[in-house]
């Protein structure tokens, strides 16, 4: 496609490859030996290490490596959780009502109940979580919350209802565990400390990624958590451990320079991001509402109530735009009006191209060209 704003990919132009190449010469000259042996649960001390420090600088708490295990991309993690937290199928997860699509095919998979709670600009709402809580049937056997720059809305769960999230779930007695797999990816504005930073209670657990900072393909991870989960949760993984000559290189890479890479990615992922907001608002104003993510990698558009979904889907085809569906991050697979734009590997021409394309066909799948009639995001 020529303009394809679907997959959450980061972006290609950014990739270090020289730097990438020294780290890799370096791995195998200094750890060719360590190939030769299976990595066990935790995996790569060095990048553990460098990982905790990364997770200490960025949310401001002291992380011990020893309680950190290299996982295949943070997708084994979510997977993982699911496994070690749950009983029987049946069970229920709590998530939002937006949320990724891989966690929600992954949790289905493994015979999870999802019940999903509204999110607003100010991520998950507690006051559905507590009535939910309240009035629930059956405990849920934890909490999956995207904390940060969230997939697919973009929007961050504010400080004052993080700290509420921790509270219910002190009362409640329920693991929460946090996806923060877009946590590097900021771009501007305060950014709340992880859950995992502001509690130390034991139901907090905690999920990164190298994939959306760095790349996908190198498939690495982390799961941070406290006794007994981690033991519980790395019990449950029977693969023998990541894959030692990625966290190798990726080893040799950060240890160069922890934070380089990461700030180079994001001026370049934030000047994507202004792009498409100022596209839209070029565009598409009259018509839709978009959330302002702060950070990661997508950004969510409300459409008008009279656009013919499958009529959008169809125009954009024919004119080369891609795009994710809202219902694919519902938890019931709801035909929502909403769509996910992905801008982290779109080139800046093609966003600039590519953004009247798309108002063309959403006004042509409508049945009306009134203004839009809401105002904000989300419906209360
Ligand atoms: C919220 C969330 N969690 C996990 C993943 C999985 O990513 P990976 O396994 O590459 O780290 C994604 C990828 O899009 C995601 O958006």
């Not at 800046?348 to 839009?372: F, H, K, T, Y």
Request: overall charge negative; aromatic content about 10%.
């Amino acid at each position: 496609m020529k303009y394809d704003f679907a997959v959450g990919q980061t972006n290609p132009e950014t990739f270090p490859v020289e730097a990438f190449k020294r780290a890799a010469i370096q791995a195998i000259e200094d750890e060719h030996a360590s190939f030769n042996q299976y990595p066990g649960g935790k995996g790569h001390p060095q990048l553990r290490a460098l990982m905790a420090q990364r997770e200490s600088e960025r949310e401001g708490v002291r992380v011990d490596p020893e309680m950190m295990a290299l996982t295949n991309g943070s997708m084994q993690g979510v997977t993982l959780v699911g496994q070690a937290l749950m009983d029987a199928p049946g069970d229920q997860v709590i998530t939002e009502a937006f949320t990724y699509s891989g966690t929600i095919a992954a949790y289905k998979g493994i015979g999870l109940d999802m019940v999903g709670i509204p999110v607003d600009e100010s991520g998950m709402r507690m006051d559905h979580l507590e009535a939910h809580l309240r009035s629930m049937k059956k405990k849920p056997k934890f909490i999956y919350a995207l904390t940060a720059y969230q997939n697919p809305t973009g929007v961050n769960l504010s400080l004052e209802r993080r700290h509420r999230l921790i509270e219910l779930a002190a009362e409640y007695e329920i693991p929460v565990v946090e996806d923060n797999c877009y946590g590097d990816v900021h771009f501007d504005g305060d950014k709340p400390p992880a859950l995992y930073a502001l509690s130390d209670d034991a139901h907090h657990i905690y999920l990164c990624s190298l994939s959306k900072i760095f790349a996908p393909g190198v498939r690495l991870g982390y799961v941070l958590a406290r006794r007994p989960y981690f033991e519980k949760i790395v019990g449950r993984r029977f693969d023998a451990g990541s894959n030692t000559f990625a966290a190798a290189v990726m080893a040799k890479f950060y240890g160069e320079n922890l934070w380089t890479h990461c700030e180079a990615a994001n001026v370049a992922l934030k000047r994507k991001r202004d792009l498409l907001v100022s596209r839209l608002k070029d565009v598409l104003e009259d018509e839709c509402v978009w959330s302002h993510p702060t950070g990661g990698l997508f950004l969510w558009l409300r459409l008008p109530e009279d656009t013919d979904l499958d009529r959008l889907r169809t125009e954009a085809t024919n004119k080369g735009f891609n795009y994710a569906e809202g219902r694919d991050f519902h938890e019931t697979g709801e035909r929502v009006p909403y769509i996910r734009l992905a801008f982290g590997h779109v080139p800046d021409d093609a966003i600039v191209e590519g953004i009247p394309v798309l108002a063309q066909c959403v006004q042509r799948a409508r049945s009306s060209n009134a203004p839009r009639d809401f105002t904000s995001l989300f419906d209360d």
